[in-house]
C-alpha cells in the first residue's frame, strides 16, 4: 500500500537554541586556545587597517581626508546654491511686483495715493507755512489780549509753545501717514510676494540631501556578530532536512509497494 505522507517535526525554539548552545559551548575550549594563539596577531592586523582606513594608503585619501574634503565641499555647494537663490528671488521680486500692479491696479493706486500721502506728510512736518505759523500766534494773543496782558513775556512764550505743538501734531500726522503706507505696501507687496517665493530654497534640499547621504554611510562597514536566532535557524534547517528525507522514504515506499502488488496480480492470472 502506499505510504502516508509525512508530517513536519513540531518546531521546539527551546530545544534548538539548548542544542545550539551546548554545541557552542563544546566547542568554546578550542576557540579559546586559537584566541590566545592568534588574537595578538589578529589586533596588529585590525589596528593596521584601522589605521589605514583612517589614514589612507599610497595616495589614497583615507577617511579624515575624505570627511575634510566632503565637508568642504558640501559647504561650498550649499553657499553656492543659497547665493543662486537668493539671486533667483531678488530677480523674481520684481516680476512679482509687476504681475501684483497688473492684477490689481486698483490696489496699486491705493498704495501710490498712501505712499503719495507720507511723502507730502513727511516734508510738510520739517516747517511751519506763513499760514500755520499766523494762525498760532494769533490764536495765543487773542487768549493773552482778553486778559491784557498782550507781547507779555508769557505772551511771547505761549506763541513759541504754539508754533511747537503744531509742528509735534505735523510730525505725528506724518509718522501716521508713513505707517499707514507701509502696512498698506505690506499687504499688497510684500507678505503675498514672500509667499509666493517662499518655496523650500535649493539650498535646504542640497543640505537635505548631504545630511541623508552621511546618514546612510553610518554603519554600513559594521562587523557581523554572532546571530542570537542561530539556534533557531539551525533547528529550523534539521526539521526541513526531516521532512525531506521522510517524503524521500514515503515516496520509495509507495514505489516498492507498486511494484509488489503488480507482481501479484500477474501471477495470479498466470494461475
Known amino acids: 500500500m502506499g505510504g502516508s505522507a509525512p508530517s513536519a517535526p513540531k518546531s521546539k525554539p527551546e530545544k534548538d537554541i539548548k542544542k545550539y548552545v551546548a554545541g557552542y559551548t563544546n566547542a568554546l575550549p578550542s576557540v579559546l586556545d586559537a584566541e590566545k594563539q ?42 553656492d546654491a543659497r547665493s543662486a537663490d537668493f539671486a533667483s528671488m531678488t530677480g523674481q521680486a520684481g516680476q512679482f511686483r509687476g504681475f501684483a500692479q497688473a492684477l490689481a491696479p486698483e490696489s496699486r493706486s491705493q498704495v501710490d495715493a498712501s505712499s503719495d500721502e507720507a511723502a507730502r506728510a513727511t516734508q510738510a512736518a520739517r516747517q511751519l507755512t506763513p499760514e500755520e505759523k499766523r494762525m498760532s500766534d494769533q490764536a495765543s494773543r487773542e487768549a493773552f489780549a482778553s486778559r491784557g496782558m498782550l507781547n507779555s513775556n508769557a505772551s511771547v512764550g505761549s506763541e513759541v509753545l504754539g508754533r511747537a505743538g503744531v509742528m509735534a501734531d505735523k510730525r505725528q500726522e506724518a509718522m501716521h501717514a508713513r505707517t499707514n503706507a507701509f502696512d498698506m505696501a505690506q499687504q ?17 534640499q542640497m543640505g537635505q540631501q548631504q545630511l541623508g547621504m552621511g546618514l546612510g554611510a553610518i554603519g554600513s562597514a559594521t562587523p557581523q556578530m554572532i546571530n542570537p536566532d542561530a539556534g533557531v535557524n539551525l533547528g529550523a534547517q534539521d526539521r526541513a532536512n526531516q521532512t525531506a528525507a521522510a517524503g524521500a522514504k514515503a515516496n520509495a515506499d509507495a514505489t516498492r509497494n507498486a511494484a509488489l502488488l503488480g507482481a501479484g496480480t500477474v501471477a495470479v492470472v498466470a494461475i
Do not use: K, V
Open 188 to 204: 499688497f507687496y510684500t507678505a503675498p510676494g514672500l509667499q509666493a517665493l517662499g518655496n523650500a530654497p535649493l539650498s535646504y
Open 38 to 79: 592568534y588574537r595578538p596577531e589578529f589586533l596588529d592586523l585590525n589596528l593596521r587597517d584601522t589605521n589605514t582606513f583612517l589614514q589612507g594608503i599610497d595616495g589614497q585619501s583615507g577617511l579624515y581626508a575624505l570627511g575634510r574634503t566632503a565637508s568642504q565641499e558640501t559647504g561650498q555647494s550649499i553657499t
